[in-house]
Protein backbone atom coordinates (compact mmCIF):
# COMPACT_ATOMS: atom_id res chain seq x y z
CA UNK A 1 0.00 0.00 0.00
CA UNK A 2 1.77 2.98 -1.02
CA UNK A 3 1.57 6.04 1.64
CA UNK A 4 -0.77 8.96 0.76
CA UNK A 5 -2.73 11.49 2.35
CA UNK A 6 -6.17 9.18 3.56
CA UNK A 7 -9.37 11.46 3.49
CA UNK A 8 -10.24 11.48 7.25
CA UNK A 9 -14.02 11.02 7.42
CA UNK A 10 -15.18 13.59 9.40
CA UNK A 11 -16.59 10.86 11.75
CA UNK A 12 -16.12 8.56 13.84
CA UNK A 13 -17.87 5.28 13.53
CA UNK A 14 -17.37 3.31 10.66
CA UNK A 15 -19.61 1.43 7.28
CA UNK A 16 -19.53 -1.83 6.39
CA UNK A 17 -20.96 -2.20 3.03
CA UNK A 18 -21.54 -5.86 1.75
CA UNK A 19 -20.30 -7.01 -2.18
CA UNK A 20 -22.22 -9.08 -4.45
CA UNK A 21 -23.75 -8.78 -8.06
CA UNK A 22 -24.61 -4.73 -7.77
CA UNK A 23 -21.13 -3.65 -6.79
CA UNK A 24 -18.37 -6.28 -7.29
CA UNK A 25 -16.80 -4.26 -10.56
CA UNK A 26 -13.37 -2.70 -9.51
CA UNK A 27 -14.62 0.87 -10.76
CA UNK A 28 -18.03 0.23 -8.01
CA UNK A 29 -15.89 -0.89 -5.33
CA UNK A 30 -13.62 2.12 -5.94
CA UNK A 31 -16.67 4.58 -6.04
CA UNK A 32 -17.86 2.92 -2.24
CA UNK A 33 -14.59 3.26 -0.67
CA UNK A 34 -14.64 7.43 -2.11
CA UNK A 35 -18.19 7.82 -0.84
CA UNK A 36 -17.20 6.22 2.83
CA UNK A 37 -17.04 2.70 3.02
CA UNK A 38 -14.31 1.72 5.23
CA UNK A 39 -15.01 -2.15 5.42
CA UNK A 40 -15.91 -4.46 2.14
CA UNK A 41 -18.09 -7.57 3.99
CA UNK A 42 -17.58 -11.36 1.38
CA UNK A 43 -21.19 -12.86 1.75
CA UNK A 44 -19.95 -16.36 2.00
CA UNK A 45 -24.39 -17.25 2.14
CA UNK A 46 -23.21 -16.56 -1.68
CA UNK A 47 -21.22 -16.25 -4.83
CA UNK A 48 -18.24 -18.50 -5.40
CA UNK A 49 -14.92 -18.49 -3.85
CA UNK A 50 -13.83 -17.04 -7.76
CA UNK A 51 -16.28 -14.40 -6.91
CA UNK A 52 -14.61 -13.47 -3.13
CA UNK A 53 -11.33 -13.69 -4.66
CA UNK A 54 -11.89 -11.44 -7.27
CA UNK A 55 -13.72 -9.05 -4.78
CA UNK A 56 -10.56 -8.72 -2.91
CA UNK A 57 -8.25 -7.80 -5.58
CA UNK A 58 -10.36 -5.45 -6.55
CA UNK A 59 -10.52 -3.88 -2.85
CA UNK A 60 -7.02 -3.81 -2.84
CA UNK A 61 -7.00 -2.41 -5.96
CA UNK A 62 -8.90 0.79 -4.75
CA UNK A 63 -6.66 0.52 -1.54
CA UNK A 64 -3.73 1.37 -3.57
CA UNK A 65 -5.33 4.24 -5.61
CA UNK A 66 -6.63 5.60 -2.41
CA UNK A 67 -3.70 5.65 -0.41
CA UNK A 68 -5.44 4.72 3.05
CA UNK A 69 -6.28 1.02 4.18
CA UNK A 70 -9.14 -0.72 3.32
CA UNK A 71 -10.44 -3.94 5.27
CA UNK A 72 -11.91 -7.16 4.45
CA UNK A 73 -14.86 -8.86 6.33
CA UNK A 74 -15.10 -12.63 5.56
CA UNK A 75 -18.56 -13.30 6.62
CA UNK A 76 -19.30 -17.00 7.17
CA UNK A 77 -22.71 -18.66 6.24
CA UNK A 78 -23.31 -20.61 9.30
CA UNK A 79 -25.61 -23.34 10.03
CA UNK A 80 -28.40 -21.90 8.42
CA UNK A 81 -31.22 -24.61 9.04
CA UNK A 82 -33.25 -25.25 5.45
CA UNK A 83 -36.29 -27.63 4.39
CA UNK A 84 -35.95 -29.91 1.58
CA UNK A 85 -37.54 -30.08 -1.81
CA UNK A 86 -41.35 -30.55 -3.10
CA UNK A 87 -42.81 -32.04 -5.71
CA UNK A 88 -43.60 -28.76 -7.20
CA UNK A 89 -40.64 -26.69 -5.66
CA UNK A 90 -43.58 -25.48 -3.01
CA UNK A 91 -45.96 -26.42 -1.00
CA UNK A 92 -49.74 -24.85 -0.09
CA UNK A 93 -50.02 -24.52 2.79
CA UNK A 94 -53.25 -23.80 4.32
CA UNK A 95 -55.18 -22.23 8.05
CA UNK A 96 -54.98 -24.58 10.43
CA UNK A 97 -53.46 -27.39 8.32
CA UNK A 98 -51.82 -29.88 9.83
CA UNK A 99 -47.85 -31.12 8.42
CA UNK A 100 -45.66 -34.01 9.29
CA UNK A 101 -41.73 -32.97 9.41
CA UNK A 102 -39.14 -35.95 8.23
CA UNK A 103 -35.77 -36.14 8.43
CA UNK A 104 -35.21 -35.93 4.61
CA UNK A 105 -33.79 -33.85 1.68
CA UNK A 106 -37.11 -34.16 -0.57
CA UNK A 107 -40.72 -36.06 -0.18
CA UNK A 108 -43.23 -36.55 -2.79
CA UNK A 109 -45.76 -36.97 -0.20
CA UNK A 110 -48.44 -35.01 0.10
CA UNK A 111 -48.68 -32.53 4.01
CA UNK A 112 -45.35 -33.67 4.14
CA UNK A 113 -42.25 -31.59 5.00
CA UNK A 114 -39.23 -32.62 4.78
CA UNK A 115 -36.16 -31.42 6.90
CA UNK A 116 -32.60 -32.60 6.30
CA UNK A 117 -32.03 -32.58 10.06
CA UNK A 118 -32.84 -35.67 11.96
CA UNK A 119 -31.21 -33.85 15.41
CA UNK A 120 -33.61 -30.86 15.30
CA UNK A 121 -36.32 -32.43 14.75
CA UNK A 122 -35.88 -34.54 17.56
CA UNK A 123 -35.51 -31.76 20.07
CA UNK A 124 -38.78 -30.47 19.32
CA UNK A 125 -41.67 -30.39 21.56
CA UNK A 126 -45.25 -29.70 21.59
CA UNK A 127 -45.95 -26.22 21.81
CA UNK A 128 -42.80 -25.11 19.72
CA UNK A 129 -43.41 -22.43 17.34
CA UNK A 130 -41.39 -23.42 14.05
CA UNK A 131 -40.44 -19.96 11.74
CA UNK A 132 -39.81 -20.48 7.83
CA UNK A 133 -38.80 -18.24 4.98
CA UNK A 134 -37.46 -15.35 7.43
CA UNK A 135 -40.51 -15.62 9.43
CA UNK A 136 -43.16 -15.44 6.64
CA UNK A 137 -44.60 -19.42 7.88
CA UNK A 138 -45.20 -19.72 11.67
CA UNK A 139 -46.24 -23.74 12.21
CA UNK A 140 -46.84 -25.08 15.39
CA UNK A 141 -45.63 -28.22 16.94
CA UNK A 142 -48.79 -30.87 17.35
CA UNK A 143 -47.35 -33.84 18.26
CA UNK A 144 -43.09 -34.58 19.25
CA UNK A 145 -41.35 -37.52 18.13
CA UNK A 146 -38.96 -39.33 15.43
CA UNK A 147 -41.21 -37.70 12.86
CA UNK A 148 -43.24 -34.08 14.70
CA UNK A 149 -46.43 -32.79 13.57
CA UNK A 150 -47.20 -29.47 13.20
CA UNK A 151 -49.61 -26.95 12.27
CA UNK A 152 -50.22 -24.08 9.99
CA UNK A 153 -51.15 -20.83 11.85
CA UNK A 154 -51.38 -19.26 9.02
CA UNK A 155 -52.56 -19.79 5.04
CA UNK A 156 -48.98 -19.33 2.25
CA UNK A 157 -46.62 -20.94 0.25
CA UNK A 158 -43.65 -22.72 1.56
CA UNK A 159 -40.48 -22.95 -1.22
CA UNK A 160 -38.14 -25.47 -1.48
CA UNK A 161 -34.91 -24.56 0.76
CA UNK A 162 -36.37 -21.72 2.72
CA UNK A 163 -35.29 -21.32 6.12
CA UNK A 164 -36.29 -23.17 8.80
CA UNK A 165 -35.97 -22.14 12.82
CA UNK A 166 -37.71 -22.75 16.27
CA UNK A 167 -38.34 -19.79 17.85
CA UNK A 168 -36.63 -19.03 21.37
CA UNK A 169 -34.74 -22.44 21.31
CA UNK A 170 -31.05 -23.89 21.38
CA UNK A 171 -30.74 -26.07 17.94
CA UNK A 172 -27.92 -28.79 18.87
CA UNK A 173 -25.84 -27.77 15.50
CA UNK A 174 -22.37 -26.43 15.73
CA UNK A 175 -21.92 -23.13 13.97
CA UNK A 176 -19.28 -24.45 12.18
CA UNK A 177 -20.49 -26.36 9.12
CA UNK A 178 -18.40 -28.22 6.62
CA UNK A 179 -18.82 -25.43 4.21
CA UNK A 180 -18.02 -22.25 6.92
CA UNK A 181 -14.60 -24.23 7.56
CA UNK A 182 -13.54 -24.63 3.98
CA UNK A 183 -14.52 -21.16 3.06
CA UNK A 184 -12.54 -20.20 6.68
CA UNK A 185 -9.81 -21.72 5.21
CA UNK A 186 -10.32 -19.78 1.73
CA UNK A 187 -10.61 -16.63 3.20
CA UNK A 188 -7.32 -17.15 5.72
CA UNK A 189 -5.41 -18.20 2.26
CA UNK A 190 -6.78 -15.17 0.62
CA UNK A 191 -6.02 -12.52 3.45
CA UNK A 192 -9.22 -11.79 4.82
CA UNK A 193 -8.74 -8.85 7.73
CA UNK A 194 -11.71 -9.84 10.05
CA UNK A 195 -14.11 -13.05 9.95
CA UNK A 196 -17.58 -12.87 11.23
CA UNK A 197 -19.19 -16.18 12.69
CA UNK A 198 -22.91 -16.60 12.25
CA UNK A 199 -26.02 -18.35 14.36
CA UNK A 200 -23.25 -18.41 17.29
CA UNK A 201 -25.11 -19.97 20.62
CA UNK A 202 -21.98 -20.79 22.72
CA UNK A 203 -18.69 -19.73 24.65
CA UNK A 204 -17.77 -22.73 22.73
CA UNK A 205 -18.95 -22.02 19.04
CA UNK A 206 -15.79 -18.66 19.35
CA UNK A 207 -13.15 -20.78 20.87
CA UNK A 208 -13.76 -23.59 18.02
CA UNK A 209 -13.53 -20.87 15.38
CA UNK A 210 -10.91 -18.73 17.08
CA UNK A 211 -8.66 -22.67 17.62
CA UNK A 212 -8.89 -22.52 13.13
CA UNK A 213 -8.11 -18.83 12.67
CA UNK A 214 -5.20 -18.95 14.93
CA UNK A 215 -4.60 -15.36 15.37
CA UNK A 216 -4.55 -14.91 12.26
CA UNK A 217 -7.97 -12.24 12.07
CA UNK A 218 -10.24 -10.58 14.93
CA UNK A 219 -13.16 -12.86 15.04
CA UNK A 220 -16.75 -11.39 15.12
CA UNK A 221 -19.12 -12.97 17.01
CA UNK A 222 -22.47 -12.64 15.22
CA UNK A 223 -25.50 -12.40 17.72
CA UNK A 224 -29.11 -13.55 16.41
CA UNK A 225 -29.82 -16.92 18.78
CA UNK A 226 -31.51 -16.67 21.80
CA UNK A 227 -28.80 -18.75 23.23
CA UNK A 228 -26.42 -16.30 22.73
CA UNK A 229 -28.57 -13.48 24.36
CA UNK A 230 -29.03 -16.15 27.11
CA UNK A 231 -24.73 -16.32 27.56
CA UNK A 232 -23.82 -12.64 26.08
CA UNK A 233 -21.55 -11.34 28.54
CA UNK A 234 -19.49 -14.79 28.60
CA UNK A 235 -19.91 -14.53 24.67
CA UNK A 236 -18.71 -10.99 24.61
CA UNK A 237 -15.83 -11.38 26.33
CA UNK A 238 -14.68 -14.79 24.42
CA UNK A 239 -14.64 -13.17 21.18
CA UNK A 240 -13.12 -9.65 19.61
CA UNK A 241 -16.15 -8.02 18.52
CA UNK A 242 -19.77 -8.49 18.06
CA UNK A 243 -22.16 -7.69 14.91
CA UNK A 244 -26.13 -7.17 15.97
CA UNK A 245 -27.55 -9.11 13.15
CA UNK A 246 -31.29 -8.14 13.32
CA UNK A 247 -32.47 -10.09 10.44
CA UNK A 248 -32.34 -13.30 12.56
CA UNK A 249 -33.24 -11.54 15.68
CA UNK A 250 -35.78 -10.34 13.84
CA UNK A 251 -37.57 -14.12 13.07
CA UNK A 252 -36.24 -15.66 16.93
CA UNK A 253 -37.86 -12.91 18.75
CA UNK A 254 -40.92 -10.49 18.25
CA UNK A 255 -40.00 -7.41 16.40
CA UNK A 256 -40.19 -5.00 19.09
CA UNK A 257 -37.96 -6.91 21.57
CA UNK A 258 -35.28 -6.39 18.68
CA UNK A 259 -34.65 -3.09 19.78
CA UNK A 260 -34.00 -3.38 23.26
CA UNK A 261 -32.03 -6.59 22.71
CA UNK A 262 -29.90 -4.29 19.87
CA UNK A 263 -29.27 -1.82 23.31
CA UNK A 264 -28.66 -4.60 25.46
CA UNK A 265 -25.93 -6.27 22.94
CA UNK A 266 -24.46 -2.36 22.70
CA UNK A 267 -23.87 -1.59 26.16
CA UNK A 268 -22.39 -5.28 26.92
CA UNK A 269 -20.24 -4.95 23.66
CA UNK A 270 -18.89 -1.32 25.05
CA UNK A 271 -18.39 -1.89 28.62
CA UNK A 272 -15.94 -4.72 27.70
CA UNK A 273 -14.34 -2.63 25.00
CA UNK A 274 -15.40 -4.60 22.26
CA UNK A 275 -16.15 -3.51 18.67
CA UNK A 276 -19.61 -3.65 17.71
CA UNK A 277 -21.70 -3.58 14.72
CA UNK A 278 -24.90 -2.86 13.66
CA UNK A 279 -26.42 -4.66 10.74
CA UNK A 280 -29.42 -5.25 8.77
CA UNK A 281 -32.17 -3.01 7.00
CA UNK A 282 -30.41 0.02 8.25
CA UNK A 283 -31.52 1.63 4.22
CA UNK A 284 -33.51 -1.72 3.21
CA UNK A 285 -35.71 1.41 0.55
CA UNK A 286 -32.54 2.23 -0.92
CA UNK A 287 -32.33 -1.55 -2.80
CA UNK A 288 -34.34 -0.05 -4.77
CA UNK A 289 -34.94 3.94 -4.10
CA UNK A 290 -32.25 6.95 -4.38
CA UNK A 291 -33.07 8.35 -1.11
CA UNK A 292 -33.92 6.64 2.52
CA UNK A 293 -37.30 6.94 4.82
CA UNK A 294 -37.43 8.98 7.41
CA UNK A 295 -37.60 5.94 9.64
CA UNK A 296 -34.34 4.17 8.56
CA UNK A 297 -32.24 7.56 8.90
CA UNK A 298 -33.48 7.47 12.19
CA UNK A 299 -32.49 3.79 12.76
CA UNK A 300 -28.58 4.45 11.43
CA UNK A 301 -28.61 7.67 14.04
CA UNK A 302 -29.67 5.68 16.79
CA UNK A 303 -27.26 3.68 16.84
CA UNK A 304 -24.87 6.06 16.06
CA UNK A 305 -26.10 7.48 19.57
CA UNK A 306 -25.59 4.29 21.11
CA UNK A 307 -22.01 4.74 20.17
CA UNK A 308 -21.45 1.48 18.32
CA UNK A 309 -18.50 1.13 15.95
CA UNK A 310 -19.99 0.67 12.76
CA UNK A 311 -23.15 0.35 10.71
CA UNK A 312 -23.12 -2.14 7.87
CA UNK A 313 -25.34 -2.19 4.45
CA UNK A 314 -25.97 -5.39 3.07
CA UNK A 315 -28.75 -5.68 0.30
CA UNK A 316 -28.23 -2.21 -0.24
CA UNK A 317 -24.61 -2.63 -1.62
CA UNK A 318 -24.78 -5.99 -2.87
CA UNK A 319 -27.79 -6.33 -5.13
CA UNK A 320 -28.86 -2.87 -4.50
CA UNK A 321 -29.63 0.30 -7.33
CA UNK A 322 -27.67 2.89 -5.62
CA UNK A 323 -24.98 1.09 -3.70
CA UNK A 324 -22.49 4.50 -3.50
CA UNK A 325 -25.23 6.47 -3.07
CA UNK A 326 -26.47 4.47 -0.18
CA UNK A 327 -22.89 4.53 1.16
CA UNK A 328 -22.36 8.58 1.25
CA UNK A 329 -26.21 9.14 2.50
CA UNK A 330 -24.83 6.80 5.59
CA UNK A 331 -22.14 8.68 5.77
CA UNK A 332 -23.38 11.71 6.01
CA UNK A 333 -26.39 10.05 8.43
CA UNK A 334 -23.62 9.55 11.03
CA UNK A 335 -21.74 12.80 10.51
CA UNK A 336 -25.19 14.68 11.08
CA UNK A 337 -25.42 12.62 14.74
CA UNK A 338 -22.03 12.70 15.79
CA UNK A 339 -22.25 16.55 15.68
CA UNK A 340 -25.89 16.52 17.35
CA UNK A 341 -25.65 18.95 20.49
CA UNK A 342 -27.14 15.87 22.98
CA UNK A 343 -24.93 13.38 20.86
CA UNK A 344 -22.13 12.91 23.42
CA UNK A 345 -24.66 12.95 26.45
CA UNK A 346 -25.71 9.56 24.58
CA UNK A 347 -23.00 8.09 24.20
CA UNK A 348 -22.49 8.13 28.37
CA UNK A 349 -25.37 6.02 28.68
CA UNK A 350 -23.61 2.89 27.36
CA UNK A 351 -20.02 3.12 28.54
CA UNK A 352 -20.39 0.81 31.05
CA UNK A 353 -19.13 0.63 34.83
CA UNK A 354 -15.77 2.63 35.00
CA UNK A 355 -15.15 0.78 38.86
CA UNK A 356 -13.70 -2.39 36.89
CA UNK A 357 -11.37 0.02 34.65
CA UNK A 358 -7.81 -1.64 33.71
CA UNK A 359 -4.55 0.48 34.07
CA UNK A 360 -4.41 0.81 30.13
CA UNK A 361 -7.99 3.10 30.64
CA UNK A 362 -6.36 4.93 32.56
CA UNK A 363 -3.97 5.69 30.47
CA UNK A 364 -5.92 5.66 27.56
CA UNK A 365 -8.49 8.44 29.30
CA UNK A 366 -5.20 10.68 30.67
CA UNK A 367 -4.15 10.34 26.93
CA UNK A 368 -7.68 12.30 25.82
CA UNK A 369 -7.49 15.10 28.81
CA UNK A 370 -4.21 15.58 27.56
CA UNK A 371 -4.82 16.54 24.57
CA UNK A 372 -7.41 18.50 25.73
CA UNK A 373 -5.65 20.13 28.23
CA UNK A 374 -3.11 21.22 25.54
CA UNK A 375 -6.08 22.18 22.79
CA UNK A 376 -4.28 19.17 20.05
CA UNK A 377 -5.87 18.66 16.84
CA UNK A 378 -5.67 15.01 17.75
CA UNK A 379 -4.20 12.09 19.74
CA UNK A 380 -1.70 10.10 18.29
CA UNK A 381 -0.97 6.59 18.81
CA UNK A 382 1.83 4.13 18.55
CA UNK A 383 1.36 0.36 19.72
CA UNK A 384 1.72 -3.04 17.99
CA UNK A 385 -0.88 -4.41 20.28
CA UNK A 386 -4.62 -4.46 18.88
CA UNK A 387 -6.11 -4.80 22.00
CA UNK A 388 -4.53 -1.85 23.64
CA UNK A 389 -5.74 -0.17 20.47
CA UNK A 390 -9.51 -1.00 21.08
CA UNK A 391 -8.80 0.66 25.03
CA UNK A 392 -8.08 3.86 23.36
CA UNK A 393 -11.31 3.59 21.49
CA UNK A 394 -13.20 2.18 24.01
CA UNK A 395 -13.61 5.56 25.88
CA UNK A 396 -15.49 7.28 23.10
CA UNK A 397 -12.91 10.30 23.58
CA UNK A 398 -13.36 13.87 21.60
CA UNK A 399 -10.10 13.76 19.60
CA UNK A 400 -9.78 11.41 16.67
CA UNK A 401 -6.90 8.57 16.92
CA UNK A 402 -4.49 8.95 14.71
CA UNK A 403 -3.13 5.55 14.40
CA UNK A 404 0.07 4.82 12.72
CA UNK A 405 1.82 1.88 11.72
CA UNK A 406 3.53 0.10 8.67
CA UNK A 407 2.02 -3.27 8.61
CA UNK A 408 -0.96 -3.38 6.51
CA UNK A 409 -3.20 -5.87 8.34
CA UNK A 410 -2.65 -3.57 11.45
CA UNK A 411 -4.20 -0.81 9.86
CA UNK A 412 -6.39 -2.81 7.95
CA UNK A 413 -8.06 -4.26 11.49
CA UNK A 414 -7.90 -0.84 12.90
CA UNK A 415 -10.56 0.54 10.60
CA UNK A 416 -13.34 -1.44 12.90
CA UNK A 417 -12.61 0.34 16.03
CA UNK A 418 -14.87 3.95 16.81
CA UNK A 419 -12.47 7.06 16.03
CA UNK A 420 -9.38 5.45 14.79
CA UNK A 421 -7.64 6.76 11.37
CA UNK A 422 -5.05 4.22 10.30
CA UNK A 423 -2.41 6.03 8.27
CA UNK A 424 0.69 4.22 6.83
CA UNK A 425 3.78 5.28 8.16
CA UNK A 426 7.12 3.41 6.51
CA UNK A 427 8.84 3.78 10.17
CA UNK A 428 7.13 4.97 13.44
CA UNK A 429 9.79 4.79 15.42
CA UNK A 430 11.68 8.24 14.61
CA UNK A 431 11.54 10.98 17.27
CA UNK A 432 9.22 12.86 15.32
CA UNK A 433 6.23 10.08 13.93
CA UNK A 434 3.65 12.36 15.87
CA UNK A 435 4.04 15.08 13.57
CA UNK A 436 4.30 12.81 10.86
CA UNK A 437 1.06 11.54 11.46
CA UNK A 438 -0.43 14.86 11.86
CA UNK A 439 0.72 16.15 8.52
CA UNK A 440 -0.07 12.99 6.83
CA UNK A 441 -3.75 13.65 8.31
CA UNK A 442 -3.43 17.42 6.84
CA UNK A 443 -3.96 18.45 10.30
CA UNK A 444 -2.68 21.47 11.60
CA UNK A 445 -2.03 22.62 15.53
CA UNK A 446 0.11 20.61 18.06
CA UNK A 447 -0.74 17.05 18.73
CA UNK A 448 -0.73 14.85 21.60
CA UNK A 449 0.34 11.51 21.70
CA UNK A 450 0.54 8.26 23.57
CA UNK A 451 3.49 5.62 22.74
CA UNK A 452 3.98 1.97 24.03
CA UNK A 453 7.46 1.07 25.15
CA UNK A 454 7.40 -1.95 24.66
CA UNK A 455 7.64 -3.33 28.51
CA UNK A 456 5.27 -5.67 29.98
CA UNK A 457 3.76 -3.46 32.85
CA UNK A 458 0.55 -2.13 31.33
CA UNK A 459 1.56 1.63 32.82
CA UNK A 460 4.69 1.71 30.51
CA UNK A 461 3.70 4.65 28.10
CA UNK A 462 4.87 7.51 27.44
CA UNK A 463 2.48 10.62 27.13
CA UNK A 464 3.61 14.04 25.41
CA UNK A 465 2.99 16.53 22.84
CA UNK A 466 4.57 17.71 20.16
CA UNK A 467 4.37 20.59 17.54
CA UNK A 468 5.40 20.75 14.00
Not at 94 to 100: K, M, P, V
Not at 130 to 139: A, P, T
Not at 242 to 254: S, W
Request: charged fraction near 25%; proline fraction near 5%; glycine fraction near 8%.
Amino acid sequence: MRSGLPRLRGRNAKIVATLGPGSRASRTIQLLAEAGADIFRLNFSHGSHDDHRRSLEAVRMAERALGRPLAILADLQGPKVRVGDFPDGKLKLDFGGEYTLIAASETDQPKTIPVPHPEILRVLEVGDRVLCNDGMIVLTVTEAGDTPKVKSDFPGELGNRKGFTVQGKALPVSALTDKDREDLAFAMEIGADLVALSFVQSVEDVQTAQAIIAGRAPLIAKLEKPAAIDDLDAIVEATDGVMVARGDLGVEYPAEQVPIIQRRIVRAARAQGRPVIVATQMLESMIDNAAPTRAETGDVATAIYQGVDAVMLSAETAVGRHPATAVAIMSRIIQATEHAEDYRDSLKQFMGDRSVELTIDVVARAAQALAYAEKSSALALRTGSARRLTHFSKHRGRFLILYGSSNEGRLRRAQLLWGVHPIHVENIDTDDWPVTLLRTAELEGSVAYAAWKGDEDEAAWELGVRRP
